[in-house]
């Protein structure tokens, strides 16, 4: 739980400038502790010119490629499945919505109210802007089910309030879904931990074999902790909806809403 809270809650900013710095440090360490070598180890310094360094270097740096590879296609398949989840919502709520026409008043117009209250609850929840914020998802749900339980006895032998039924369930079986994939299906603070470890050590190698190569530092390490860098911002951005820049298009719960809206 510490280690997911300490990858979690930083802002993608600071999570940004916090991997460059220890970018840039790991590189630094390595080719200083390169030169000093060079400069104090005498023959054995030779020796070390002749090893497969950069060889080394190489496979370290393919890892923490195939490790970078791995948590983007994790990122990316969590941004896949809100936005299917995001659909399958609009969805139900659609289909329940309009399969209030199978019930009788007042229920009908209680549960037409409800979701158009649900629909502006999630798109708020989901960092769309609208006015209100509450009641929340939750009690909306509860005051949805009363309903549907109520429309239930007056017609217990109805199949098509049976297919109400049914839509209403999905709603509220989705609502936990959506809120799963969202909120609690996040890259686990332990996987987060290994990266960046392999990271430093990769690029600390990095920065150990131009101290080996000589005492210039290569333009080529700065972009190359650049670009770690940011390839983790993208990483974080994709792995937390709705703080940063790459979001769920929430078009389908707005186009929801205004079909809500219009006249019945």
């Known amino acids: 739980m510490l280690l997911a809270n300490l990858f979690a809650s930083p802002p993608i900013w600071v999570v940004l400038l916090g991997t460059l710095l220890l970018a840039v440090v790991s590189v630094e360490a390595g080719h200083r502790w390169a030169r000093h070598k060079q400069e104090h180890g005498g023959e054995k310094a030779e020796r070390e010119q002749e090893a497969p360094v950069g060889a080394m270097v190489g496979a ?19 941004f896949h499945e809100r936005k299917v989840a995001l659909l399958h919502e609009a969805n139900a709520i659609r289909a329940t919505y309009l399969r209030t026409a199978f019930i009788i008043e007042p229920e009908r117009s209680e549960v037409r109210r409800i979701l158009r209250d649900y629909v502006n609850v999630r798109l708020q929840w989901a960092g769309g802007h609208v ?5 929340s998802a939750q009690d909306l749900l509860n005051q949805l089910w009363v309903q549907v339980a109520t429309a239930g006895v007056k017609a217990p032998e109805s199949d098509t309030v049976s297919l109400f039924i049914d839509s209403a369930n999905d709603v509220i079986k ?3 879904e959506r809120t799963m994939v969202r909120e609690r299906s996040r890259i686990p603070g332990e996987f987060w931990l290994m990266l960046y470890l392999v990271a430093m050590l990769s690029l600390a190698a990095m920065g150990y074999h131009g101290g080996v190569a000589g005492p210039m530092r290569s333009p080529v390490m ?13 990483i974080v951005d994709l792995d937390r909806p709705g703080e940063g820049w790459i979001n769920v298009s929430q078009d389908a719960m707005l186009d929801l809403r205004e079909a809500l809206r219009a006249p019945r």
């Open 60 to 78: 370290t740096l393919g890892l923490l490629a195939f490790l970078l590879a791995f948590t983007f296609g994790m990122a990316a398949d969590g």
């Open 131 to 135: 006015g209100r914020t509450d009641p």
């Open 174 to 176: 989705l609502n936990v």
């Open 222 to 234: 700065v972009a190359v902790t650049i670009a770690f860098s940011v390839v983790i911002l993208l």
